[in-house]
Nanobody, 124 residues
Framework: QVQLQESGPGLVKPSQTLSLTCTVSGGSITTTYYYWSWIRQPPGKGLEWMGAIAIEGNNYYSPSLKSRTSISRDTSKNQFSLQLSSVTPEDTAVYYC????????????????WGQGTQVTVSS
């Protein structure tokens, strides 16, 4: 059973960079055809897929967030990370890391495993 756990600051100031890490257990981020993603849910809104990384070396990003988003991995720690730059209060959300097995998808409903989520608030 794959388990994912998000970690990072709960409060970020406007214009700064939001950084989160997802620690994976029960599975390896080097497994082929596994897509490790970040998904967020702003208050009162639906889930928003942000991007994904795969061991094959491909990164995928939401077009609306691509200019501000970077996803990377640390295979030695079995972790992957999110950086979102130039944040505004509109980036306030619960942030989830998630895994889809088999093929790439930007549809959150198709993800197989999820972390519990972490609240990030952007405020001065």
């Amino acid at each position: 059973q794959v388990q994912l756990q998000e970690s990072g600051p709960g409060l970020v100031k406007p214009s700064q960079t939001l950084s989160l890490t997802c620690t994976v257990s029960g599975g390896s981020i080097t497994t082929t055809y596994y897509y490790w993603s970040w998904i967020r849910q702003p208050p009162g809104k639906g889930l928003e897929w942000m991007g994904a990384i795969a061991i094959e070396g491909n990164n995928y990003y939401s077009p609306s967030l691509k200019s501000r988003t970077s996803i990377s991995r640390d295979t030695s720690k079995n972790q992957f990370s999110l950086q979102l730059s130039s944040v505004t209060p509109e980036d306030t959300a619960v942030y989830y890391c998630a895994l889809r097995r088999g093929d790439y998808s930007s549809n959150p409903d198709r993800y197989d495993y999820w972390g519990q989520g972490t609240q990030v608030t952007v405020s001065s």
